[in-house]
């Protein structure tokens, strides 16, 4: 406890008054004090939160990078997903196409081994249908005979050739039947030498299809029919020879469709 004494000479008040004075000085010597105190604290604190606050701001940047690095991976990720995906379906036909593609090799392989048998028994049948289609054309109407004819001779000649193969052969031979096929149904209008009594006569010659040969020489005198029983030129009256000369010019393309009057052999007639 202190004690304070009263000097001599000095009167209570004023000996208060100055106790008061030392009081102040020392309170206010005591903030001051404090308030260095506080001072040096808040620098501390503001220094540890700035280095706090640096360091928090590096490790931000740090995760940002972390976090951009991995939404980098994951789309890489999913990319790479969808092509490993890409590559499954795709290999998946690729297996399909080869389970496809082996099944033709075997195949071929067979078609292969054979190939010298088919060759062997394709030849013989070549010449069979040349023979076949030379008596046709031979019983067939006489139409067209100078290009039928040529046409079974390039054949023949054909098929003695070594430069050409067995699958030309046969295309050519079908190709001919195609056309002796197409005869049937095609009318065509031309010029003509024919035997009549035992003389050459040039005519105008029409084909209707196969159902019908009759020509007419070019003054319009005389009008015939092919006879395929008799194998010869039957003469027709008078009453067919307008019908055949609008047929000729039907065929020709110089009148237009009509009607027309024509001799057929019926069955049995």
């Known amino acids: 406890m202190i004690r304070a004494t009263i000097p001599i000479?000095?009167?209570m008040k004023e000996h208060q008054i100055r106790l008061g004075i030392v009081s102040l000085a020392l309170f206010a010597a005591s903030i001051i004090s404090t308030g260095e105190l506080q001072a040096q604290s808040l620098d501390e604190v503001l220094g540890v939160r700035a280095v706090t606050t640096e360091d928090g701001r590096k490790s931000q940047s740090k995760i940002d990078e972390v976090t951009e690095d991995t939404r980098s991976l994951l789309s890489q990720y999913k990319q790479v997903m969808k092509t490993v995906d890409g590559l499954k379906v795709y290999n998946l036909q690729q297996r399909r196409l080869i389970k496809s593609q082996e099944q033709e090799l075997d195949e071929l392989e067979t078609s292969i081994e054979n190939v010298t048998l088919i060759e062997r028994q394709i030849g013989p049948l070549i010449e069979r249908m040349i023979d076949g289609l030379d008596k046709f054309v031979s019983l067939d109407i006489p139409f067209l005979m100078d290009e039928r004819t040529e046409r079974l001779n390039f054949l023949q000649e054909t098929l003695d050739?070594?430069?050409?193969s067995v699958a030309e052969k046969f295309s050519q031979v079908l190709q001919a039947y195609q056309v002796e096929n197409s005869y049937g149904s095609t009318i065509e209008a031309y010029t003509d030498v024919i035997e009549l009594d035992g003389k050459s006569?040039?005519?105008?010659?029409?084909?209707?299809?196969?159902?019908?040969?009759?020509?007419?020489?070019?003054?319009?005198?005389?009008?015939?029919?092919?006879?395929n029983n008799a194998r010869a030129w039957f003469i027709l009256e008078d009453r067919f020879r307008l019908g055949v000369r609008d047929a000729i010019r039907i065929a020709r393309k110089t009148k237009t469709v009509d009607l027309v009057r024509l001799p057929i052999w019926a069955a049995g007639e």
């Open 201 to 227: 006569r040039q005519v105008d010659m029409l084909k209707w299809g196969r159902v019908s040969l009759v020509f007419q020489t070019p003054d319009g005198e005389t009008t015939g029919v092919w006879d």
């Open 9 to 11: 000479g000095i009167s």
């Open 161 to 164: 050739r070594a430069d050409v």
